[in-house]
């Protein structure tokens, strides 16, 4: 224990809050039995001038009737005097109160004493010493200077049953992209992709707002075929050229993509899994060119009939990763690179990433509403809610988590390892998830430790004070 400073801390503080409660203790039975004897000495006076004063009176009679009373001689010194053999057995048990100057001694003098106390070292000795109604002021105390992060059942209802929430809406409508058949059973797909892929409605918008886009934004990494690219990007097909090109990717393609066009060049990965770049004719622009040009090119591919891909999806083609799936009745397992295209040419596209937002949003919606409901309904304040920002960061992580793991249990026991059943943009979720809990835990301690440094410099300088 003596290894962890804020543990022998601990072990220091409980120590002297038990020799302090002893000193109490002591006193006060010090001034009871100080208190018993003055009492005791105050009855004897009384009795001593009452038997004087029946002396007197006697006396008075006596020398009335003419006796002579001659007076009581005083009593020798000697006699006064009393023998008295010195002992050296103390009345009182003091304890040993630490002054040590070095600090690991006095760590191991109190986890000496505390372990004759009975005290369970392995623990908290200060929740073992400390009185319930002193323990409760001190977390009080805690809490209005750093925040109250504990949960309680509630919050853990809320997170369950959000999790939970989720994961039966990926089942019921996020579903697959498509009706489709997987490894010879017929899956119905998500009702809400059916509709924004439409291929009426998505002609409609396209002619109506993107048209007009594509021949102003001409790019050079299209290719629609193998042969287009010279024979250097195997794989190549009009259905899944934009997965191999990573300038249409909805975020890669504001690195690569205007890199491409600034350079005259288009990025692609091939079908083995390796990135390849290839020289065009186009002309190279400048930035702000190349940003609006990208912008445009993305928008008056969306309602085309293949979409586009969602974001950083391209990147599962990159090597030859073995996956757990397997896309025929063999039970081959075959790469990422493979898994990927099957997704993308089953309707698993930006369209349907939208309707897998559905499952993050439920899960942030219903924890961040319960969050700031319940803080301004317990009176908290803006500045109260950023100190407990650490506890809605790991309730989110949570919910995530459990939604993370539905979408998992969805793929492979409802949909028979159907990889277009998992919830990507689900997945993504994590990753903001888990380091925002990670950025506000560090911040928490940080802030913790500033006050506990601040708290020790006080208690030096006040020490420092006193022994001079």
């Known amino acids: 224990m003596s290894g962890d400073q804020l543990s022998a801390a601990a072990a220091v503080v409980a120590y002297q809050a038990v020799t302090l409660t002893e000193l109490r203790s002591l006193f006060d039975e010090v001034d009871f039995d100080l208190k018993e004897v003055l009492e005791r000495e105050g009855r004897i006076s009384d009795s001593l001038d009452s038997v004087t004063s029946e002396f007197d009176a006697v006396r008075a009679r006596l020398h009335a009737m003419g006796v002579l009373v001659p007076a009581s001689p005083s009593p020798p010194v000697a006699a006064a005097a009393v023998s008295v053999e010195e002992t050296h057995h103390s009345r009182y048990a003091v304890p040993v109160v630490p002054t040590e100057d070095d600090f690991d001694q006095l760590v191991r003098l109190a986890e000496a004493q505390l372990d004759l106390l009975g005290v369970d070292l392995t623990r908290d000795p200060l929740q073992q010493i400390l009185p319930p109604g002193q323990i409760a002021a001190s977390l009080r105390s805690y809490t209005d200077e750093h925040g109250d992060i504990s949960w309680d059942e509630t919050d853990w209802t809320v997170v369950l049953v959000a999790g939970a929430l989720a994961t039966l809406l990926d089942i019921v409508l996020v579903r697959i992209p498509q009706d489709s058949t997987f490894l010879g059973t017929k899956q119905t797909g998500s009702p809400l992709t059916k509709w924004l892929q439409n291929k009426d409605r998505a002609e409609d918008i396209h002619a109506r707002f993107f048209t007009g886009f594509e021949k102003l934004a001409k790019v050079p990494y299209d290719a629609p075929t193998t042969k287009a690219t010279g024979g250097l990007v195997s794989g190549m097909r009009p259905a899944i050229h934009r997965l191999q090109s990573l300038g249409h990717d909805p975020v890669l393609g504001f690195f690569y993509g205007v890199a491409d066009l600034m350079h005259g060049t288009g990025t692609y990965i091939d079908k083995a899994g390796q990135l390849v770049q290839v020289a065009t004719t186009h002309d190279p622009v400048s930035l702000i060119t190349a940003l609006i040009t990208q912008v445009r090119h993305l928008l008056s591919d969306v309602y085309t009939p293949a979409g586009l891909q969602p974001p950083f999806f391209s990147l599962l083609q990159l090597g030859q990763i073995n996956s757990p799936f397997a896309l025929t009745p063999s039970g081959v397992k075959v790469p990422w690179t493979d898994v ?28 961040r509403g319960y969050w700031l409901l319940k803080s301004y309904a317990t009176g908290g304040t803006a500045a109260q809610r950023k100190l407990e920002h650490a506890k809605l960061t790991s309730m989110l992580l949570l919910g995530h988590t459990i939604a993370t793991s539905g979408t998992l249990l969805k793929t492979g026991l409802v949909f028979g390892m159907n990889p277009a059943a998992l919830n990507y943009n689900q997945i993504l979720a994590m990753a903001p998830a888990t380091i925002a809990w990670c950025k506000e ?6 802030r913790i430790n500033r006050a506990l440094a601040k708290e020790w410099e006080s208690l030096l300088t006040e020490s420092d004070r006193q022994s001079r």
Do not use: E, W
């Not at 990927?340 to 924890?367: C, E, K, Q, W």
């Open 340 to 367: 990927a295209r099957h997704m993308y040419t089953n309707g698993y596209d930006l369209r349907h990433f939208f309707t897998m937002g559905i499952t993050p949003g439920i899960v942030s919606a219903i924890i």
């Open 441 to 446: 835990a560090i911040a928490r301690d940080h």
